[in-house]
């Protein structure tokens, strides 16, 4: 995929440098990030229960659904070996398979529905809008922010005939390490048992292949829609922050930023994107609805982000 770039001058992230937090209601992060300390009380409110009467990632509530689910990572934790991985990297790699513009991809995820997923049973762009216009409401001003929520799971296309159709287990559900131990802060555990890699005595340890604190940039992950998405993008200079890259490599990858594991092999500027990831994860996870967006009536904005931000998008897959 070619993504042609214009240079946009966020609305935010370049303006905030040198922000006394003791002057202001702020938290300023590295790198000239500004974060509000909480959003205001007609902000985003949390819901305690999903669409399915069920609390929210739970994967012991007994449903039909629920039965699909393990099922799936049954599949996912059998085959994402370190192989597997490398060989679909080199392949998707190429960025080849397709032309098409950002929107015209939001719009292909209307044939997808997230198997992994136990929260929501609908096509996938009403996901990208519901999570986009949360975030868009509570940060009016980090449009890169909106357009990381629009694009974090276009990667889902791989799901569909013209970029491979690949298996569910090849392409969404939580992310995790692969050529290092699994850790048991992984959904569904004890299907790794399975998994080729687990008589690989390079992969047993800890740190695996891996050095201490070598980055998650230098870390293999299993293979699926975040990573192909973070390939597009970087392999074609998007001018996104780094916390805006980190967010739609890692947002899947909840045994981190939501479990607290394999924080050994991260590095200080993983740490520093690892808290604008706990931002989004709250939009990306709690947004999810049967009230749907007028995707009509959103979509002059974000038409308009995406000229700004990036022109086209091209050789999908």
Avoid at 297 to 315: G, M
Wanted: net charge negative; aromatic share 12%; glycine share 6%.
């Amino acid at each position: 995929m070619t993504i042609f770039i214009e240079q946009p001058i966020f609305d935010s992230q370049f303006d905030v440098k040198n922000v006394d937090s003791n002057e202001t209601n702020e938290l300023v992060l590295d790198g000239g990030f500004s974060m509000p300390k909480e959003v205001s009380q007609n902000g985003f409110a949390t819901p305690e229960v999903n669409s399915f009467g069920h609390s929210f990632r739970d994967y012991n509530a007994e449903s039909e659904r629920q039965k699909g689910v393990e099922e799936f990572y049954r599949l996912q934790h059998i085959n994402q070996t370190y192989d597997f991985v490398k060989k679909m990297r080199e392949h998707y790699g190429k960025l080849d398979k397709a032309e098409m513009g950002i929107w015209e991809c939001c719009e292909l995820l209307n044939e997808v529905v997230d198997e992994s997923d136990p929260d929501l049973d609908e096509p996938q762009i009403q996901h990208l809008l519901q999570s986009a216009e949360a975030i868009r409401k509570d940060y009016p001003n980090e449009d890169w922010l909106h357009l990381t929520a629009l694009i974090h799971d276009l990667g889902k296309i791989l799901l569909l005939p013209q970029f491979g159709e690949l298996p569910q287990w090849a392409v969404v559900g939580d992310t995790f390490p692969v050529g290092c131990a699994f850790d048991e802060a992984n959904i569904h555990h004890k299907y790794f048992k399975e998994n080729p890699d687990i008589k690989n005595p390079a992969y047993g340890t800890k740190d695996g292949i891996y050095i201490k604190e070598c980055g998650l940039n230098n870390v293999m992950m299993s293979w699926g829609h975040d990573d192909y998405m973070y390939l597009v993008a970087k392999e074609n200079g998007t001018t996104l922050p780094s916390a805006g890259l980190f967010i739609i490599r890692y947002h899947s990858f909840y045994p981190l930023h939501r479990e607290g594991a394999y924080t050994h092999l991260m590095n200080d500027e993983d740490r520093e994107n690892l808290k604008w990831l706990h931002v989004f994860n709250k939009y990306d996870l709690y947004s999810k609805s049967k009230v749907l967006v007028d995707v009509e009536k959103v979509k002059p904005y974000y038409q308009s982000l995406i000229e700004k931000v990036i022109t086209n998008l091209s050789n999908l897959c």
